[in-house]
Nanobody
Framework: VQLQASGGGLVQAGGSLRLSCTAS????????MGWFRQTPGKEREFVAW????????VYVDSVKDRFTISRDNAKNTVFLQMNSLKPEDTAVYYC???????????????WGQGTQVTVSS
């Protein structure tokens, strides 16, 4: 499975971005999909995951009520809608695929290349 993340950019605090993650080489419909983020010198941080059907989602507390993960299996794409962005959301965001529902990045087998999100104050 090859994952391609896109949609990052520079936005002012309070603004919104929508990240997309599109797969090629295989269908995403059987995978749990997650979004993670990483800043220099820090470990990769869990942001959200969504079950294969889209019926279950989990978020890290710091993004609850601001971020929404969703998926369109027909388009082989997963989204992360990010609203009310804060400077501390600045990071490289990665999408990933797993066969297990987990917050741990170690169980995610396939990874996209990352997309930079920068939130200015």
């Amino acid at each position: 499975v090859q994952l391609q993340a896109s949609g990052g950019g520079l936005v002012q605090a309070g603004g919104s971005l929508r990240l997309s993650c599109t797969a090629s080489g295989s269908t995403l419909s059987t995978y749990v999909m997650g979004w993670f983020r990483q800043t220099p010198g820090k470990e990769r941080e869990f942001v959200a995951w969504i079950s294969s059907s889209g019926g279950s989602t989990v978020y890290v507390d710091s993004v609850k009520d601001r971020f929404t993960i969703s998926r369109d299996n027909a388009k082989n794409t997963v989204f992360l809608q990010m609203n009310s962005l804060k400077p501390e959301d600045t990071a490289v965001y990665y999408c990933a695929a797993s066969s297990i529902m987990s917050r741990s990045h170690v169980v995610y087998k396939y990874w996209g290349q990352g997309t930079q999100v920068t939130v200015s104050s």
